[in-house]
């Protein structure tokens, strides 16, 4: 039975994204995410509108300090079922623009053989919905017993990314969302 065109679209993008990754040093230690979650959040007069993604998947390459994250925008998960169909449907166009995606460079130098935490940021670009722009994002790295934890919270403004919400419900939708990532990562076994 052939895969689903989701699947395989999922499959090429994480194919892209290891190859840019690993394409500067086959020998560079690079991190994969194990674990991810990403949350959003806009407060709005009649309802709030939250969901949790767990099914994202990032890259980070220790050598050339590239960071790469996709998220499968089907992969949001809302309390309400009539929620998920319309932010699907109506506001993210998810069959069009099927994933969100970062890719860009960790800004500073991060000693990884010690266990700390570091504030640090992340410049590069944030494609939403086909619209790519230009971000630095504020986060913490923790550096604990060979793992890597990455978490942020940062705004997106619906706006920048030509998100329209219809006009009946405009007073009912914020125009800036909140965002709360927490990825953690195992360094992958180096080519020999």
């Known amino acids: 039975m052939p895969a689903a065109p989701t699947t395989n679209f999922m499959k090429n993008s994480i194919l892209s994204l290891t190859l840019i990754l690993l394409s500067s040093s086959l020998f560079a230690q690079v991190w994969k995410s194990s674990e991810n979650k990403v949350h959003f959040f806009s407060e709005a007069p009649l309802e709030n509108i939250e969901a949790t993604n767990t099914t994202s998947i990032a890259f980070y390459n ?9 998220i499968p925008i089907k992969g949001f998960k809302f309390e309400k079922e009539l929620m998920e169909e319309h932010f699907n449907e109506n ?33 590069g670009i944030l494609t939403i919905h086909g619209v790519e722009q230009k971000r630095t994002i504020k986060g913490t790295l923790i550096v604990k017993k060979g793992t890597l934890q990455m978490q942020s919270k940062f705004q997106i403004k619906l706006e920048d990314h030509d998100i329209e919400i219809p006009k009946i419900v405009f007073s009912n939708i914020a125009e800036v969302i909140d965002v709360t990532c927490d990825f953690s990562f195992k360094p992958q076994p180096k080519k020999k």
């Open 62 to 70: 220790e050598e050339n300090k590239q960071l790469a994250i996709v």
């Open 91 to 123: 506001y993210m166009e998810s069959e069009k623009f099927k994933n969100g995606k970062f890719k860009g460079t960790l800004d500073g130098d991060i000693d990884f053989s010690k266990d700390g935490t570091y504030e640090t940021t992340a410049t």
